[in-house]
């Protein structure tokens, strides 16, 4: 049964009669071949028309759409174990999971995770967010399962890029030395490895993972080890047999059984393949080719604009209505400045940088779209280093560039910077090497949740010695403080939200600036009881409302660390509450460098520290959780009203 194509995203809910007779999977598991070929047709469909209606991540779902069939067809899920890695290609194991319906709420405020979620669902064995952790927690798993004598099967699926990670390399190496019976599956996109994939190919995939040439290796290996040397030629032959048409000698001599590569998106070969795997003791390693965005024409040609798409608005009747023209603004009226995303201001910034200073060199790992670093890495070819999912690595690079008199620019995502903190330390602030970090995403991202969210960066930075972190209030305070970052000597990091600013004319110039001095942006008139906001990066709109209705003077202190000592001492003196805001936890943040200042000094003055919560907050849109976390102008508002007499 040939796959159906799409050309455009269902506006309308699909036909699916077979995908809507079923709640869990165990369904699959009686279907014939005709059957899951419909099946995996009629997910496509939904997976379409929903990720049109809510948004989110939509290629690499799309890619495994007959893998996902497959599994739940060959494995007996939930008792065996799915582990899926990126959670990106988990929406058709949700949809075929009793989440059908549901998978219209799915990054909303009160919906489903956008990634696997134990507490959401049986089915998802292990939480993920972050990429390349399944092999890892597969062994896991599978070491347990072998610990209790029980007969699960576990699985790991990784892909979209994650495999090129540390940390999947030192999982694989551990799983084939314990000899765990675990199967791990390559869905390689071309976001990963390989290249060898064609006629012979396939074929020798097809025999290799065949019941009889299984049988006669496990034979053939008893007859052989009574002969000497020969269990040895035979092992090499059948080595050198395999890496002629497949990249099997890596994953073979890590220990694996290596199975492919193969067609992922040819469902009855999947399948068959599976079920004979699934049953084989050891370590066993199927590689799998597939197309990110298969069956939706637009998205298998530009899989990286696709990788997630917002939701799609229905098209409304033109009202019938005589045409006027619009109204002319008045005369007099102020010129709007567009508003500009924070992560196309570092983008401008770093080109503008690298034309005025040649030692600077751009690293991210694997985040070149996400940071806005397209423009450089055209322009900059040679001074452009994208190490893939490995962040570790990332600072590390800069590190020993940094040794060598250059000055490297690390762009990544607050979330991801946690994962490379140890090179922070070590390889970065003890050395005191000049690196720049361009930190995205800081406080609440919005739909990804609570792996996304940059919650704690302003904790975890604040105590490296060393270490100065900026955070702007605008635009325009984001171009100067990267500027200034850059040219400080040593470790600096300048930390910004996503989404846009909120509209502030950006300088051209790359003047830095000042470091830990901040800036009174309105004074109280003194009437009643005198409060200072002293508010740190994002935040700084919301407290601009609250010190209109409340008559406060505001301080945006542009400086988490220095911080500026004499605005702290300087509002104690004049106010008698002093109220900190920021979108990071209270707990280390911000906040706690204001108290520590007062505490070391000997101050006495009342202080509210307000910022998220000690909890790991939803997903949402960022609008709806600072709502939730008290952070927007109206919960700065009740806080302080409460504190006061």
Not at 190 to 219: C, D, F, Q, W
């Amino acid at each position: 049964m040939p796959m159906k194509l799409f050309d455009e995203i269902p506006r309308e809910r699909p036909a699916t009669p077979l995908l809507d007779s079923f709640d869990h999977p165990a369904a699959l598991r009686a279907m014939n071949a005709k059957q899951l070929a419909q099946l995996a047709d009629e997910l496509r469909a939904y997976l379409l028309y929903s990720v049109g209606v809510s948004g989110g991540h939509f290629g690499a779902g799309l890619g495994v759409v007959e893998l996902s069939v497959a599994l739940h067809h060959a494995f007996d899920t939930p008792d065996d174990r799915l582990v899926w890695d990126v959670g990106h290609q988990a929406y058709p194991h949700k949809i075929l999971t009793g989440r059908r319906d549901a998978m219209l709420s799915i990054r909303q405020h009160g919906g489903l995770a956008a990634f696997p979620r134990r507490t959401e669902s049986d089915y998802d064995t292990f939480g993920v967010g972050h990429s390349s952790t399944s092999i890892s927690a597969a062994l896991g798993m599978a070491l347990a399962a072998q610990a209790q004598h029980k007969p699960r099967r576990v699985c790991a699926i990784i892909g979209d890029g994650a495999l090129s990670a540390g940390m999947a390399f030192e999982a694989l190496t551990h799983a084939g030395h314990v000899d765990a019976n675990m199967l791990v599956i390559l869905n390689d996109n071309e976001m990963s490895i390989s290249e060898n994939v064609g006629g012979m190919a396939t074929y020798l995939a097809r025999v290799l993972s065949s019941k009889p040439y299984l049988k006669m290796r496990e034979e053939g290996k008893k007859v052989l080890s009574h002969l000497p040397g020969a269990l040895e030629l035979a092992r090499r032959t059948e080595e050198h047999m395999k890496g002629m048409v497949s990249p099997a000698t890596l994953f073979e001599e890590m220990g694996f059984n290596y199975v492919g590569p193969i067609d992922g998106h040819d469902l009855e070969t999947l399948t068959e393949t599976l079920e004979t795997l699934r049953d084989l003791d050891g370590p066993q390693f199927l590689h799998i080719k597939t197309v990110k965005g298969k069956g939706f024409l637009p998205a298998e040609a530009d899989q990286i604009g696709y990788h997630a798409i917002t939701k799609l608005e229905k098209p409304s009747e033109p009202a019938h209505q005589t045409p006027t023209a619009p109204p002319e603004a008045p005369k007099s009226a102020a010129k709007k400045v567009a508003k500009k995303k924070y992560c196309n201001v570092f983008g401008d910034w770093v080109c503008d940088m690298a034309a005025a200073d040649e030692r600077l060199m751009g690293i991210t790992p694997a985040m070149r779209e996400g940071s806005d670093l397209i423009r450089f890495s055209k322009e900059y070819p040679e001074r452009y280093f994208d190490v893939a999912i490995a962040e570790q690595h990332a600072v590390t690079l800069a590190a020993g560039m940094a040794c060598e008199g250059m000055k490297p620019v690390v762009a990544i995502y607050s979330t991801f910077l946690q994962r490379g903190y140890d090179q922070l330390i070590h390889d970065v602030a003890v050395q005191s090497l000049d690196v720049t970090f361009a930190i995205d995403r800081a406080g609440l991202v919005g739909e990804d949740g609570p792996t996304h969210h940059g919650s704690m960066d302003l904790s975890f930075l604040r105590c490296v010695p060393g270490m100065v972190i900026l955070a702007p209030a605008d635009e325009a305070e984001c171009r100067a403080m990267l500027s200034a970052a850059y040219h400080h000597p040593g470790p600096a990091a300048v930390r910004y939200p996503r989404g846009t600013g909120p509209g502030v004319a950006i300088p051209e110039h790359l003047e830095a600036l000042p470091i830990g001095r901040a800036e009174v942006r309105r004074k109280s008139s003194g009437n009643g009881t005198s409060i200072a906001l002293l508010a740190f990066g994002s935040v700084n709109s919301a407290a601009a409302e609250v010190a209109e209705t409340l008559d406060a003077t505001l301080i945006n202190m542009r400086s988490i660390k220095p911080l500026d000592r004499d605005a702290v001492l300087h509002a104690a003196d004049e106010h008698e509450l002093l109220v900190t805001l920021e979108e990071n936890v209270i707990a280390g943040g911000a906040g706690s460098a204001v108290n520590e200042l007062l505490h070391a000094e000997g101050v006495q003055v009342e202080v509210l520290n307000l910022g998220l919560p000690d909890a790991f907050v939803e997903h949402g849109t960022p609008a709806e959780l600072l709502r939730d976390c008290g952070l927007d102008a109206d919960g700065i508002e009740r806080a302080i009203r409460a504190r006061l007499p």
